[in-house]
C-alpha cells in the first residue's frame, strides 16, 4: 500500500476519535470542561482535512494513483464529512434538512460516477465542488467550536459559512449533473 492511500486510511481511521471527542465532550463524558474535547475534535477533523489535501498531491505528484485510491478517497472525505454533520445535528448545532441536503447531493454524485465509471468515464472534480467542500470543511470548524458565548458575531458567521455552504453544495450538483448529462442517457 502506498502513502496516499495509507493517508486515506488514516483518514478513515481518524473518523472514531474524532466523534468520540466531539459527542463524548457534548455528553460531558470527558468532565466539565466542553471546550477541551471539542478542541481535541478540531484538531483531529482539521488533520484528517489536511490529509485529503495531501494524499492526492502525493499521489499525482508521484504518480501514485491507485484503482484503490480513486475508489476510497472520495469515499473517505464524504465519510468524514457525514459523520461530522450527523454528530453536529446531534449536538444542536445544524438543521437536520441542511445535512439531509449535503448528505444526498454527495449520495446522487456517488451514484452517478459509479454509472459513469461503468461506462468507462472518468468525472473529475470541478471547482465548485471543491469550493463546496472548503465550505464544508470550514463550516464544521466553526461548528465544531462554537464560540458564540464569547464573540456574538461568531454565530452569524458561523450561519453565513452555512448558508454559502448549502448553495454550493447545490449548485455543485446541478453543474456536475448538467456537464455529465451525456452519461445518463442511455441508462434509463
Known amino acids: 500500500m502506498n502513502l496516499p492511500n495509507k493517508l486515506t486510511v488514516f483518514r478513515v481511521i481518524l473518523i472514531v476519535p474524532f466523534v468520540v471527542a466531539l459527542l463524548g465532550g457534548a455528553a460531558g463524558w470527558f468532565g466539565e470542561n466542553l471546550l477541551i ?56 448545532r445544524i438543521p437536520a434538512w441542511v445535512v439531509i441536503i449535503i448528505i444526498s447531493r454527495e449520495f446522487i454524485i456517488s451514484g452517478f460516477r459509479l454509472v459513469a465509471a461503468d461506462n468507462r468515464v472518468v468525472i473529475a472534480a470541478s471547482y465548485w465542488g471543491k469550493f463546496k467542500t472548503v465550505f464544508q470543511m470550514v463550516m464544521v470548524c466553526l461548528m465544531i467550536v462554537d464560540l458564540s458565548w464569547v464573540w456574538p458575531w461568531a454565530g452569524v458567521v458561523t450561519d453565513v459559512v452555512m448558508w ?25
Open 37 to 92: 474535547p471539542e478542541l481535541v475534535a478540531l484538531a483531529i477533523f482539521i488533520i484528517a482535512s489536511l490529509t485529503d489535501m495531501l494524499d492526492g498531491k502525493i499521489a499525482r505528484k508521484y504518480n501514485l494513483i491507485t484503482n484503490f485510491g480513486k475508489f476510497m478517497d472520495p469515499l473517505a472525505d464524504k465519510l468524514l464529512v457525514s459523520a461530522a454533520l450527523i454528530a453536529l445535528v446531534s449536538m444542536g
Open 164 to 188: 454559502i455552504s448549502l448553495l454550493l453544495t447545490v449548485i455543485s450538483l446541478v453543474d456536475y449533473l448538467v456537464k455529465n448529462r451525456d452519461v445518463m442517457k442511455g441508462q434509463m
